[in-house]
């Protein structure tokens, strides 16, 4: 029994670790780099017989198991093992229920075979005992005790030689021993204050990407300040990516509003997601404080009550907006009413504020969420700053069929996704439209940018059939009658703030070196760096990104920006 238990969690390790390599040949090895902390979590077994074994060895296989089944599916999604930080802060995800159950494949039961073939031994055990033939000779405390000291110094040795690179870290810890190594390093660095070193390391960093926040290309030196006295709208789309934009399945448009405004719009067309286990939060993060995400966990979830970021509500605070954000999902997902006042938003509309609504998907459909910000709008005196967070085409997709725009021929992955986008792009017109009645439209903006990607980031390749998004999501800003224009300048999600700030007209000196992002109105690239620290070909300041997620670690986990520097 104890054997079995041992193989078939080390097999489970070689799975999950495949599916976070994407297959890789390395990930073989993780059967072997799995065994010395496994023997380590089963070798209390030898001091145990009877009942009391098959008991222990259960339950250690049952816990595991649920661990890197959680493991597998968030690889699914993001490519990256599940964070201790997200299993702690499970309880605070209401509503995702459906969104993992997307991530389910029914092969999946597979995972669960050993736990059978566990109670037909334990069934087994039982008759033997009834039916006892000879006495088995104990297991001493100094066989355990060599067995448990041999599998210590093996993972130590393994700690000792682990790369840097995530995706080896898996291969040369196991995921199991990743995340004892990840439970480890929070215990030494929870809420630690940061070294002198460290500070002056987050100092020079910034002061060094400073230089890509001040200049503009000579070609755009026209829209510095195009957007200042408008009323700003900041449409964060839910899983919205960029090769959806004029994308035609079938002969239909998924978004004949976003496809509409291009021509009075600025298209920023290279902008790669960075978000990591915070997904939407962390787009909240990038966007709005110009911060990197955390490595390891939500810095919403982990560091809420974080100040002193130059966020972009602060920034238009001190230009005469009074900054209201809403969404219609609960106010506690992702811990935003604790976050949101901290990044200088006078109001919060969360579900439970909105003056009606239905529900649909995770939270309250759409069409209420502009429906709300409309009347948020008539209660607001000019400049308005109003940051709307769609909620409808976030996963699994399920539109009632009454909703459905498109006429697609399948029911499988892509195609819903296609219809919630659809959908939410023809409320988005709708909110337009009503702005245009109430004579507001001509002096405001909208902003749309994806949080994150959608079936890129989680549907199997069998229900994938959009072209290669190759890791972007949209950044546009509409602004009703200007000449349109297309740039392609290569950057990030953390870009959007300081590139927001020049079109908003606001001095340079009032963000540069407070924020981690670049604009992309400059003569250079913006921040292209992806999500998993990897510098895109072509990137400029390529030292300074390569250290951005890094950096951004420090600063957060030591709240740096809220003290004096």
Same mark, same amino acid.
């Given at each position: 029994?104890?054997?079995?238990?041992?193989?078939?969690?080390?097999?489970?390790?070689?799975?999950?670790?495949? $599916? !976070?390599?994407?297959?890789?040949?390395?990930?073989?090895?993780?059967?072997?780099?799995?065994?010395?902390?496994?023997?380590?979590?089963?070798?209390?077994?030898?001091?145990?017989?009877?009942?009391?074994?098959?008991?222990?060895? #259960?339950?250690?296989?049952?816990?595991?198991?649920?661990?890197?089944?959680?493991?597998?599916?968030?690889?699914?999604?993001?490519?990256?093992?599940?964070?201790?930080?997200?299993?702690?802060?499970?309880?605070?995800?209401?509503?995702?229920?459906?969104?993992?159950?997307?991530? #389910?494949?029914?092969?999946?039961?597979?995972?669960?075979?050993?736990?059978?073939?566990?109670?037909?031994? $334990?069934?087994?055990?039982?008759?033997?005992?009834?039916?006892?033939?000879?006495?088995?000779?104990?297991?001493?405390?100094?066989?355990?005790?060599? =067995?448990?000291?041999? $599998?210590? %110094?093996?993972?130590?040795?393994?700690?000792?030689?682990?790369?840097?690179? *995530?995706?080896?870290?898996?291969?040369?810890?196991?995921?199991?021993?990743?995340?004892?190594?990840?439970?480890?390093?929070?215990?030494?660095?929870?809420?630690?204050?940061?070294?002198?070193?460290?500070?002056?390391?987050?100092?020079?960093?910034?002061?060094?990407?400073?230089?890509?926040?001040?200049?503009?290309?000579?070609?755009?030196?026209?829209?510095?300040?195009?957007?200042?006295?408008?009323?700003?709208?900041?449409?964060? +789309?839910?899983?919205?990516?960029?090769? !959806?934009?004029?994308?035609?399945?079938?002969?239909?448009?998924?978004?004949?509003?976003?496809?509409?405004?291009?021509?009075? @719009?600025?298209?920023?067309?290279?902008? #790669?997601?960075?978000?990591?286990?915070?997904?939407?939060?962390?787009?909240?993060?990038?966007?709005? $404080?110009?911060?990197?995400?955390?490595?390891?966990?939500?810095? +919403?979830?982990?560091?809420?009550?974080?100040?002193?970021?130059?966020?972009?509500?602060?920034?238009?605070?001190?230009? &005469?907006?009074?900054?209201?954000?809403?969404? &219609?999902?609960?106010?506690?997902?992702?811990?935003?009413?604790?976050?949101?006042?901290?990044?200088?938003?006078?109001?919060?509309?969360?579900?439970?504020?909105?003056?009606?609504?239905?529900?649909?998907?995770?939270? %309250?459909?759409?069409?209420?969420?502009?429906?709300?910000?409309?009347?948020?709008?008539?209660?607001?005196?000019? *400049?308005?700053?109003?940051?709307?967070?769609?909620?409808?085409?976030?996963?699994?997709?399920?539109?009632?069929?009454?909703?459905?725009? %498109?006429?697609?021929?399948?029911?499988?992955?892509?195609?819903?996704?296609?219809?919630? !986008?659809?959908?939410?792009?023809?409320?988005?017109?709708? +909110?337009?439209?009503?702005?245009?009645?109430?004579?507001?439209?001509?002096?405001?903006?909208?902003? !749309?940018?994806?949080?994150?990607?959608?079936?890129?980031?989680?549907?199997?390749?069998?229900?994938?059939?959009?072209?290669?998004?190759?890791?972007? #999501?949209?950044?546009?800003?509409?602004?009703?009658?200007?000449?349109?224009?297309?740039?392609?300048? @290569?950057?990030?999600?953390?870009?959007?703030? *300081?590139?927001?700030?020049?079109?908003?007209?606001?001095?340079?000196?009032?963000?540069? &070196?407070?924020?981690?992002?670049?604009?992309?109105?400059?003569?250079? @690239?913006?921040?292209? =760096?992806?999500?998993? &620290?990897?510098?895109?070909?072509?990137?400029?300041?390529?030292?300074?990104?390569?250290?951005?997620?890094?950096?951004?670690?420090?600063?957060?986990?030591?709240?740096?920006?809220?003290?004096?520097?």
């Amino acid at each position: 029994m104890l054997l079995l238990v041992t193989a078939a969690l080390a097999a489970k390790s070689v799975l999950v670790a495949a $599916a !976070v390599l994407e297959m890789d040949r390395w990930a073989a090895l993780v059967a072997l780099s799995a065994l010395p902390l496994i023997a380590l979590l089963v070798s209390p077994a030898l001091l145990l017989h009877g009942r009391s074994r098959t008991a222990y060895l #259960v339950s250690a296989d049952v816990l595991v198991t649920l661990l890197l089944v959680a493991d597998l599916l968030n690889a699914r999604a993001s490519g990256r093992l599940l964070s201790l930080h997200m299993v702690a802060a499970a309880g605070s995800f209401e509503g995702l229920g459906s969104s993992v159950l997307a991530m #389910v494949r029914w092969y999946d039961v597979v995972l669960f075979a050993d736990l059978l073939a566990l109670g037909a031994l $334990a069934a087994s055990a039982r008759w033997r005992r009834s039916h006892p033939r000879k006495q088995h000779r104990r297991v001493r405390p100094r066989t355990a005790a060599l =067995v448990a000291g041999g $599998a210590a %110094l093996a993972f130590a040795v393994q700690v000792l030689a682990q790369s840097s690179d *995530p995706g080896l870290r898996v291969v040369a810890l196991s995921p199991l021993g990743a995340h004892a190594h990840e439970a480890y390093d929070e215990l030494v660095d929870i809420n630690r204050a940061l070294t002198p070193a460290e500070r002056e390391r987050v100092g020079d960093w910034l002061a060094g990407n400073a230089a890509y926040q001040r200049e503009v290309a000579p070609e755009h030196a026209d829209l510095v300040g195009l957007l200042e006295g408008r009323d700003v709208y900041l449409v964060q +789309f839910e899983s919205l990516e960029e090769v !959806v934009l004029e994308a035609e399945p079938f002969g239909q448009e998924v978004t004949p509003t976003l496809n509409g405004w291009m021509e009075e @719009s600025l298209v920023f067309d290279h902008v #790669v997601e960075q978000v990591r286990d915070g997904t939407s939060s962390d787009a909240e993060l990038l966007m709005l $404080a110009g911060v990197y995400p955390l490595r390891s966990g939500a810095a +919403f979830m982990r560091f809420p009550d974080n100040a002193g970021y130059t966020s972009l509500p602060r920034l238009l605070q001190a230009e &005469g907006y009074r900054p209201v954000a809403l969404h &219609g999902d609960v106010r506690t997902f992702w811990n935003r009413d604790r976050v949101f006042p901290r990044l200088g938003y006078e109001r919060y509309v969360a579900e439970r504020d909105f003056a009606h609504g239905t529900e649909l998907g995770m939270g %309250l459909a759409d069409e209420d969420l502009f429906d709300q910000a409309l009347r948020e709008i008539d209660r607001l005196p000019a *400049p308005r700053f109003l940051h709307l967070i769609t909620t409808t085409s976030h996963t699994p997709w399920h539109l009632p069929e009454p909703l459905q725009g %498109l006429e697609l021929p399948g029911d499988d992955a892509t195609s819903r996704y296609l219809q919630t !986008v659809h959908y939410t792009d023809a409320q988005l017109g709708q +909110f337009a439209r009503e702005l245009e009645e109430r004579g507001l439209l001509e002096r405001s903006a909208i902003v !749309v940018v994806g949080d994150h990607q959608g079936p890129s980031r989680y549907v199997a390749e069998d229900e994938l059939w959009l072209d290669d998004n190759e890791d972007r #999501v949209p950044f546009l800003v509409h602004v009703p009658g200007m000449d349109g224009r297309r740039i392609s300048t @290569s950057g990030g999600q953390v870009d959007v703030l *300081p590139t927001l700030a020049q079109l908003l007209g606001i001095p340079a000196e009032r963000y540069a &070196g407070a924020v981690m992002g670049r604009t992309l109105l400059g003569p250079h @690239s913006g921040s292209a =760096v992806s999500s998993d &620290g990897e510098v895109l070909p072509g990137a400029d300041g390529a030292e300074l990104l390569r250290e951005a997620y890094a950096v951004s670690d420090l600063a957060v986990t030591g709240d740096w920006f809220a003290r004096p520097r």
